[in-house]
């Protein structure tokens, strides 16, 4: 007798098996797939959320492929911030989108509000259509496939609000995680690299940007903030920082200073 899909799971080091080979099962019975077979794929490290195929976000479910990150719990923080503080009927650029997560449910819950997502990935770009769609938003939003460090000024704006969060790691950081966690070699190496020291993307949306736009707010790494509060003073803007589950400063709002 073959091993069962929990069995699999186990003898490959999957931590929560017993959670994972459940959600594979129902996956596999739902969609008339061979639980083995994808049992076998988890057993590569292939990350489950490629797997299924989908995610919950936010209470809301997302497709996802290879092309975009695997949306993160801390991630919520940017979609809290859109829902409570952006103003009524305000136009919102997501800017590195990836699976539009972060302002597909911000709309889902502000009827009010449109927006513009920008990715470099035209896979991801795709994927963030599908989702609009499927999160009943589609009508409300703008989809572009560019690289916004260059072509922002293509964006129909101007925006009301900025929301961002950028491929932020370092080149070393990224590194030292792919060793801890093979998962992370699946994702899409484009949507996680941030240059040498991570800042790239902050540099270049907020120098861009700042011109047209006095509020941008950022997803951060760890001990990222007060760099990119740094950069934000350099245009005229003052910084708030809001943490997350884990306490960690990971969302960085920018406001432009009105000087009186």
């Known amino acids: 007798m073959g091993k069962t899909v929990s069995q699999k799971l186990k003898a490959a080091g999957i931590e929560n098996y017993l959670f994972e080979a459940r959600l594979i099962e129902e ?28 995610w919950e976000f936010y209470g809301d479910v997302y497709k996802l492929d290879g092309d975009c990150l695997i949306p993160r719990p801390e991630t919520e923080f940017l979609t809290e911030y859109i829902i409570n503080h952006a103003r009524e009927n305000a136009l919102v650029w997501d800017l590195c989108s990836g699976s539009g997560c972060v302002s597909i449910s911000a709309l889902k819950r502000r009827r009010d509000l449109r927006a513009v997502l920008a990715d470099i990935s035209g896979g991801a770009v795709e994927i963030s259509r599908e989702n609009a769609v499927l999160n009943g938003v589609g ?77 941008i707010v950022f997803e951060c790494g760890q001990n990222q903030h007060e760099k990119i509060a740094e950069l934000f003073g350099q245009y005229g803007f003052g910084c708030e920082f809001i943490r997350d589950y884990a306490k960690i400063e990971r969302i960085v709002i920018g406001k432009k200073v009105i000087l009186r």
């Open 27 to 54: 996956h596999a019975r739902e969609h008339n797939l061979s639980a083995a077979g994808l049992a076998e794929r988890r057993t590569t490290r292939e990350p489950l959320q490629y797997i299924l195929g989908e």
């Open 139 to 215: 009508g409300r939003v703008e989809f572009y496939c560019l690289d916004i460090t260059k072509d922002a000024s293509k964006l129909r704006g101007p925006p009301d609000l900025i929301v961002s969060n950028p491929p932020y790691l370092s080149e070393s950081e990224a590194a030292r995680l792919r060793a801890e966690s093979p998962e992370l070699s699946h994702e899409p190496e484009a949507a996680f690299i941030g240059g040498t020291d991570g800042l790239d993307f902050y540099r270049a949306i907020i120098k861009n940007c700042a011109n047209i736009c006095s509020e």
